[in-house]
């Protein structure tokens, strides 16, 4: 195997492991967690909105670290974080120790894109970047479609699953170390500190941020959703994320279809398979079919439209690509930090009902916040 394709495999691994594992999956256990260690739905989503904050603060520390130690060392760093935070979760005995050990678990996440992006950009030929990142990224949608099989395999023993996961997480940071390059940014930056906020710029915060926040609806609350609605067990929610993270990968092509169609097109084409996607799972008159198709939905929705934040990023600041990429993710981040805790604090205080109407409505509203439209040409350039 090419060294490129060997890190391929693994950054695809690193990512399946940090997102959908130590990331995504406690929102698949949460029920089972609430009931062994008794906490409300409103200290579930804030322990759950704990992870996505962790998030936010490693992923701008790993841009600054991935410069200047090297792209193998924050990509080990970020396997063994993943693999001491599930370890923590797995052996949690309170509701304290939980949040801790989940918000472990959610940095790994943070450091674990921006040294594959520098170790692509160094090992892979620049006709073949686009393809492996790409597959890198598919990463999150594998992870999440396997922690369904697990949760079938193993039942509602959330430890046990959680053991192995973190023995995952601790294979990959072994196989990183020999794999990943010991590389460090060597050009200077186009720019440094803080960008000027543009109008398309901002339009990116708002929408990214309002989809990121409607988002957790299933991130974080999916096994509740399904255990609510049809006295789910984890083996029956395993197969809802089975069907989100396997629709995921179709997400891959968001890059076409903006060539295609145009950024506001696809914007609010997937906005509202995100908002149908949450409703389909979440409404009271749910079936098991519905709610494995709502499953998919959000699932091709939700990549697809990371695609679309990337994309507009990188046009709104084009002499700064990275950050431009970054704030869109960033603010995605923001947003789940701050939607897992209003969705758990609206589903005790009014309904279940409640929570997933407004949060569908959060989705559909980003749709309100449209891209300046570039040249057909230009926009055809920008895809991936």
């Avoid at 901002?202 to 990121?212: E, W, Y």
């Amino acid at each position: 195997m090419s060294p490129a394709l060997r890190l391929g495999a693994v950054g695809f691994g690193l990512i399946a492991v940090c997102y959908g594992f130590a990331r995504f999956a406690f929102g698949l256990f949460l029920p089972q967690v609430r009931e062994d260690l008794v906490f409300s739905s409103t200290l579930g989503g804030v322990i759950s909105g704990g992870s996505f904050l962790a998030y936010c603060i490693t992923i701008v520390l790993s841009a600054y670290l991935t410069e200047r130690v090297g792209a193998r060392a924050v990509a080990v760093a970020a396997a063994l974080l993943a693999s001491v935070g599930m370890l923590g979760i797995a052996i949690a005995p309170s509701s304290f120790w939980l949040a801790a050990a989940v918000m472990l678990a959610g940095s790994s996440t943070g450091l674990a894109s921006p040294p594959m992006a520098a170790a692509v950009a160094d090992v892979v030929r620049a006709k073949r970047q686009n393809l492996t990142n790409t597959v890198i990224n598919a990463g999150t949608s594998a992870g999440v479609a396997l922690s369904g099989p697990v949760a079938l395999a193993m039942g509602s023993d959330w430890r046990m699953v959680f053991t192995v996961f973190s023995a995952t997480a601790l294979t990959i940071a072994v196989i990183a170390f020999f794999v990943v390059p010991n590389t460090a940014a060597n050009r200077p930056a186009a720019g440094s500190g803080l960008p000027s906020i543009n109008s398309s710029l901002a339009r990116l915060i708002g929408a990214s941020f309002l989809m990121g926040a409607s988002s957790t609806a299933l991130w974080s609350f999916g096994g509740e959703l399904a255990s609510a609605r049809l006295d789910w067990s984890s083996q029956g929610t395993g197969l809802l994320w089975i069907a989100i993270g396997a629709a995921g990968v179709l997400g891959a092509g968001a890059g076409s279809l903006i060539a295609r169609w145009g950024i506001n097109t696809v914007h609010l084409l997937f906005l509202i398979m995100l908002a149908a996607g949450i409703c389909a799972a979440g409404l009271a008159f749910t079936t098991p079919t519905l709610t494995l198709i709502g499953g998919a939905l959000f699932g091709a929705a939700y990549v697809m439209l990371t695609g679309v934040y990337l994309v507009w990023g990188i046009s709104a600041l084009p002499d700064r690509p990275a950050t431009g990429l970054m704030i869109g993710f960033l603010t995605i981040a923001i947003g789940q930090t701050a939607g897992a805790p209003v969705f758990g604090l609206i589903m005790s205080r009014s309904s279940l009902e409640t929570a997933v109407l407004v949060f569908a409505g959060l989705s559909l509203s980003a749709g309100l916040l449209r891209w300046h439209s570039l040249p057909a040409r230009q926009e055809q350039n920008l895809a991936f």
